[in-house]
């Protein structure tokens, strides 16, 4: 399984795209939240991945940077969807209102574009621990119990011993979910020592050393971090990096925009 970092960065990022990401076996994409526009188009072109090979998109919740892709994407998929270019349906998940705000904001913004709705573009609400299939691996939803709107996470087998744990945009706080993981997908606004600047706790997030101190106490053996702050991208992989090693023992990915993990 490989995962593409398509974007790195927190809600008002402009030295890079939006955190989102896809991860990939046998030429199928999942697509794990959308950023915040247009752009996912690029990045999606740019990591040489055919929209039309998509089978699953999961919206962790309804934030601007997490959700307006999204409508790139129906856009998209309606276009195809006419030209005959997408014959199986791609499947949608989130929670229920979340849902509900895609379906009623695209209802303003299109018209035939809709006809893809519940066709090739099918809708998939979900509830908390609940499981399903997305490229052929059992994967499980979880409220994250996020403190600003309702989001989910999962924990992703993404093969027969090894767990992805995927914590959206706040700092976890159902530790027993992660009983099993081998990589953890958590978010970092910036580094502990830029705190005073950057004020993480203040818009609801953690920093890299309390991730990756979180990652230690759990014996997590991998963590990725992202959702970040962007004024010093080309030193950020180093400095958070630097960090995170002095509370932790595991291995610490800093990915930047387009690369990729393997899992
Ligand atoms: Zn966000």
Not at 32 to 46: C, H, K, S, Y
Not at 96 to 116: A, D, H, R
Not at 149 to 161: K, L, P, R, T, V
Request: charged share 20%; aromatic share 10%; with cysteine.
């Amino acid at each position: 399984m490989k995962c593409t970092m398509l974007g790195t960065g927190h809600a008002i990022v402009t030295h890079c795209y939006n955190t989102c990401f896809v991860l990939e076996e046998d030429h199928e994409y999942f697509l794990v939240d959308t950023g915040g526009g247009g752009q996912i188009l690029t990045q999606l072109e740019q990591a040489n991945i055919d929209l039309c090979s998509i089978k699953a998109v999961f919206i962790s919740h309804a934030h601007t940077d997490h959700i307006m892709g999204v409508f790139w994407l129906i856009r998209m998929i309606g276009m195809y969807t006419m030209m005959g270019k997408i014959k199986e349906p791609i499947y949608l998940y989130s929670h229920p209102e979340c849902i509900q705000k895609i379906i009623n904001i695209s209802k303003e913004l299109f018209t035939k574009e809709l006809s893809c709705l519940g066709k090739t573009l099918l809708f998939c609400p979900i509830s908390d621990l609940e499981e399903r299939k997305i490229l052929n691996h059992r994967i499980q939803f979880f409220d994250t119990q996020a403190k600003k709107i309702a989001q989910f996470g999962f924990n992703y087998e993404y093969d027969d011993e090894h767990i992805l744990t995927f914590c959206g945009d706040e700092p976890l706080s159902r530790e027993n979910m992660c009983t099993s993981t081998t990589y953890l997908m958590h978010e970092a606004f910036c580094l502990y020592s830029q705190k005073e600047t950057f004020k993480p706790e203040r818009a609801g997030h953690s920093t890299a050393l309390q991730a990756c101190q979180l990652a230690e106490k759990l014996h997590i053996p991998n963590i990725i971090l992202y959702h970040t702050e962007d004024t010093d991208i080309s030193n950020r992989k180093m400095k958070y990096t630097l960090e995170g090693r002095s509370v932790y023992s595991g291995n610490i990915f800093v990915p930047d925009d387009l690369e990729v993990i393997e899992l």
